[in-house]
């Protein structure tokens, strides 16, 4: 049985910071590209970071650019997302997402608040 379970989120004031964790289960961890996204209230799902599987390399979307940092560990099947600087719009449920050929697996979400 696939799992993705998110951890990490809540409230936080806005310029600090949070760790969110994914724990995997289920699945070949190691061989799955991982990857943030969120979903704002009334808006859609987006792509905030990727680690790929092969060497690591890791992408991330131009408003967390230089404030979120996406992490892999393969020995315990944890993505981590580091996130500094948090601001307001950052508000968000934030999903962890694991992919590979023709398969896709999506966690439950955390919420995050940025608000003071």
């Known amino acids: 049985q696939v799992q993705l379970v998110e951890s990490g989120g809540g409230l936080v004031q806005p310029g600090g910071s949070l760790r969110l964790s994914c724990a995997a289960s289920g699945f070949t961890f190691s061989r799955y590209v991982m990857s943030w996204y969120r979903q704002a209230q009334g808006k859609e799902r987006e792509l905030v970071a990727t680690i790929t599987h092969t060497d690591g390399s890791t992408s991330y979307a131009e408003s967390v650019k230089g404030r979120f940092t996406i992490s892999r560990d393969n020995a315990k099947n944890t993505v981590y997302l580091q996130m500094y600087s948090l601001k307001p719009e950052d508000t968000a449920v934030y999903y962890c997402?694991?992919?590979?050929?023709?398969?896709?697996?999506w966690g439950q979400g955390t919420q995050v608040t940025v608000s003071s």
């Open positions: 997402n694991a992919y590979t050929w023709g398969r896709k697996y």
